[in-house]
């Protein structure tokens, strides 16, 4: 069957499971955010922390860097272009909130799920004592 990922995908929930049992939910229960695929090509994810703080002290360029960093620790964004073979979905990132991840490629396993909803999963750091899976599940936002 083929997987059809063309559209905006609303986040449901973000789990990683350790392969010693741990699970965590990096931001928390509350979550919101998207990944779009287009026809053409390009993609775009941004997840964040639901309610996140506000800063206190200046501004966005200016505010102290602890309020800069519990920011950047809350928030998850990158795009680029995406290619689909099988259930693997390939992210081409060009840009990334994580530097590390620019010009380099993030791969996904699709699973489409009974309700309709799809998984994108990564193996993370395998052959560590941090290796899990990172479980993402979406849903479709509707077409008005």
């Known amino acids: 069957m083929k997987v059809d990922v063309v559209g905006r995908w609303d986040i449901v929930t973000f789990e990683q499971a350790y392969d010693d049992g741990r699970r965590v939910l990096p931001f928390g229960e509350h979550i919101e955010g998207f990944v779009r695929y287009v026809e053409d090509g390009d993609m775009i994810v941004f997840i964040a922390r639901k309610e996140r703080a ?44 994580f530097p590390n991840w620019v010009g380099g490629v993030q791969k996904r396993k699709v699973r489409v799920l009974e309700n309709g909803d799809i998984a994108l999963e990564a193996r993370l ?19 008005k």
């Open 54 to 97: 506000h800063f206190v002290q200046g501004g966005q360029w200016n505010a102290p860097d602890v309020e800069k960093a519990a920011a950047y620790n809350s928030v998850l964004s990158y795009a680029g272009r995406w290619t689909l073979d099988g259930d693997v979905v390939t992210h081409h990132v060009d840009f990334s909130v």
């Open 125 to 143: 750091e395998a052959d560590t004592s941090e290796a899990r899976t990172a479980r993402l599940v979406w849903r479709r936002r509707p077409t």
